[in-house]
């Protein structure tokens, strides 16, 4: 008897604030390996945002909420109040998202100062009452997930948060294994979420510090899962959700990703970032991407610190000129997915 093929372990793109937006998000879909995406936060106040302003942030929402190269986005709401996060969410719904998260996670100080991120950790409560709030307000089609973190000085309610977030409606929980105090700090404490998916009856996705294949393989082992999310690592490394394909034994995977199909890419962003940012703007964009990239690959220290004193467009433009010398780079368009992208929004796995 013929044994059912094993589905593969979901990997998810994170959501950066000041980094992964749906530019790079273009960029590293088109590479291939990730399931899905989410948006960095929309920060929701007291009004309720209009369209542009989703648009603004999660441009996908025009093109069926998912990427050139067909990779969902799941745009993502911060925010403290019950009511105007469950409004807004009920106007994001109207655009046919792939799906809402909800952040709990972020550690930034002026997010925090006013009550939302992962601040909120501190309030089971009320974490219980925005999920229940936003579940509630969006039609039962589409996916409400959220994003925790650890605790916000330690890890003591992270179960109870956890709980809190699952009861209410969430269908999805994805744990970064830090605090907030912890910041960006490694390690990561991946032993801590075993604990976290013996609570609850949802799938929990494992994200914080995994830079490589053996990180990714260890934060499975001690976290007890399979899904992963990637942050900097990917960033850092466009090929590794690929590399941890490879390494499971997932068939079809492509050859590793080397610096000439990432220097494309980079290439490639140069032309995007040029359509959508101002001058000095965009050569930061780039140097950050660069910056990053010099963690995985030395012709990337190299570009970057040709790069680094740079701070007009122009010096770019003639810069990128020679690096690209024999290469035909042209404004990147929509391009088949390697392997089928699958539907994530229902997984069995736990």
């Known amino acids: 008897m013929t044994q059912p093929t094993p589905t593969p372990a979901p990997i998810l793109l994170a959501p ?3 980094l ?3 530019l790079l998000r273009d960029m590293l879909t088109r590479v291939g390996g990730i399931d899905r995406c989410v948006s960095e936060f929309i920060r929701v106040s007291d009004t309720v945002l209009p369209d542009r302003v989703f648009h603004r942030y999660v441009p996908e929402l025009r093109n069926g909420s998912r990427t050139p190269a067909g990779v969902p986005v799941r745009p993502q709401l911060l925010g403290s109040d019950p009511a105007c996060m469950a409004a807004n969410a009920a106007a994001l719904a109207r655009l046919a998202p792939a799906g809402i998260d909800l952040n709990f996670g972020c550690p930034a100080a002026i997010v925090n100062r006013h009550g939302g991120g992962a601040a909120l950790l501190d309030t089971p409560e009320l974490l219980h009452a925005i999920v229940a709030a936003v ?22 309610g992270a179960v ?3 709980v809190a977030l699952a009861e209410a409606g969430a269908c999805e929980l994805v744990v970064h294994a830090r605090t907030k105090t912890d910041g960006y700090r490694p390690p990561a404490y991946w032993e801590r979420i075993p604990a976290i998916r013996a609570a609850v009856a949802i799938p929990v996705v494992a994200n ?3 830079w490589t294949v053996e990180d990714a393989l260890r934060c499975r082992e001690r976290s007890g899962g399979t899904a992963l999310m990637l942050g900097r690592g990917i960033v850092a ?6 590399a ?3 390494a499971d034994g997932e068939p079809g995977t492509p050859p590793p990703v080397g610096w000439p199909r990432v220097r494309l890419q980079v290439a490639a962003f140069w032309i995007r970032i040029s359509t959508c940012f101002p001058g000095r703007q965009r050569v930061g964009r780039l140097k950050q991407w660069l910056n990053l990239l010099r963690r995985r690959f030395p012709e990337a220290e190299t570009a970057f610190q040709t790069v680094r004193t740079m701070t007009e ?5 003639a810069w990128m000129a020679g690096l690209q010398a024999g290469d035909a780079v042209a404004a990147p368009a929509p391009v088949p997915v390697p392997v089928p992208v699958r539907d994530t929004s229902t997984w069995s796995i736990r």
């Open 20 to 22: 992964l937006d749906f």
């Open 208 to 210: 914080g510090e995994i």
């Open 160 to 162: 109870e948060c956890a």
């Open 237 to 242: 490394d466009p090929g590794l959700a690929w």
């Open 244 to 246: 941890i394909r490879a």
């Open 313 to 317: 467009p122009e010096q770019v433009d």
């Open 135 to 156: 579940r509630m307000a969006v039609p039962a089609h589409i996916p409400v997930s959220a994003k925790m973190r650890l605790g916000v000085r330690d890890g003591n």
């Open 16 to 18: 950066m604030e000041g």
